[in-house]
């Protein structure tokens, strides 16, 4: 009897064993751009949570990491960070932010990743510092020499895009964007955003890609044509993107739509490929475009109208010129020019 008592109870724990899976959640934080991000930059942080278990699932709403930053990084609001199917952000006060897999279980053997986003806020460097906490006891056979990761993330000043003369006007009743670079290092691209006057309904329009590495000054433009017809007035910013997912965004400048008064716009300047491209809207029939130089010699004189007519400098001397235009109604508009060759 006591042999057969015996047997029964081995039975047993042999079934309980076998019948309940162990699971063992892991932690791993990983960052790119070689963890460098520069101040007022965003970079995303990879949070890898894995089940490590040959076999078992484990359920919805039971890990709940936890990661924390140093005080020269914050991280930013919760509209940025992209978090797998069924994960939420349970809490976020920008220095610390704890997210769960609210209604997402996790098969044995897979993981689950979320991008985090945070700021540079100072110079320095810091650990980034992350915990596996659980709704609840702590699944069985859960390792917690693997709950935990770090990453170290430097802060500094140095720019990989140095932006100048970033402006925006309107041209033939498109809103045109000019930007220039005076050094580039790993730029990836440059996202053009369109917002409402309340500064926020951010739309991404267009993208323009970048040099990459360069220390010589780059023009760019970008003519938005997708223009809402009943905007009175509309803002423009650039998401400048370098090759490894961080991102900075240049200042907001607004654009003030009037089709009906005459306008005037000349680009590139300086001028560099001996092609001045000056563009017209309003206008009562042609307009006279006069180059005149700072001595008051007159250059080149030109017939322009309304659209974008190309005016030959290859044949003028480098210096500083005023490009007055002209128009029947008494337009008179005058413009400052730099040709280079």
């Given amino acids: 009897m006591k042999i057969f008592k015996l047997l029964i109870l081995l039975f047993v724990s042999v079934f309980v064993f076998v019948g309940v899976s162990a699971q063992d959640p892991s932690l791993n934080i990983v960052l790119g751009s070689s963890g460098v991000v520069n101040v007022g930059g965003t970079i995303f942080l990879q949070i890898d949570v ?52 609210t209604t997402d279980p996790i098969p044995a053997g897979t993981t689950r990743t979320a991008f985090i986003a945070v700021e540079g806020t100072a110079d320095g ?5 992350g ?14 020499a693997n709950n935990t990761s770090s990453a170290g993330l430097t802060v500094t000043n140095t720019t990989p895009v140095t ?7 309107l041209v033939n009743c498109q809103p045109v964007l000019n930007w220039i670079t005076e050094t580039e290092i790993n730029s990836d691209r440059f996202e053009i955003e369109r917002g ?43 998401k400048m993107i370098d090759r490894d997912g961080a991102y900075k965004y240049s200042k907001i400048l607004p654009v003030f739509i009037n089709c009906k008064t005459t306008q005037v716009y000349a680009y590139p300047n300086p001028v560099k490929n001996g092609r001045l491209y000056v563009s017209l809207t309003g206008a009562n029939g042609y307009a006279e475009a006069t180059l005149t130089a700072m001595s008051g010699q007159v250059v080149l004189k ?18 500083e010129y005023i490009l007055t235009i002209k128009d029947a109604n008494g337009y008179d508009k005058k413009i400052k020019v730099l040709i280079q060759h």
């Fill in 196 to 238: 409402s006057t309340d500064n926020s309904n951010w739309k991404l329009m267009g993208t323009v890609t970048a040099k990459g590495n360069s220390n010589a000054k780059a023009i760019y433009n970008f003519i938005d044509k997708n223009l809402p017809v009943t905007s009175a007035k509309v803002l423009y910013r650039l």
């Fill in 125 to 129: 460097g810091g650990s980034i510092l």
């Fill in 131 to 144: 915990n596996l906490t659980f709704n609840g006891p702590a699944p069985s056979g859960d390792n917690t």
């Fill in 163 to 169: 932006l100048t003369n970033f402006n925006a006007s």
């Fill in 302 to 319: 030109s017939k322009i109208s309304n659209g974008t007519s190309d005016l030959n400098t290859s044949t003028i001397a480098p210096g």
């Fill in 50 to 101: 894995t089940n490590n278990s040959a076999s078992g699932t484990i359920v919805a709403n039971k890990v709940r990491p936890q990661i924390s930053v140093p005080a020269n990084i914050s991280f930013i609001p919760v509209s940025g960070h992209n978090l797998p199917a069924g994960w939420t952000i349970t809490s976020n006060n920008g220095s610390v932010i704890r997210i769960t897999n």
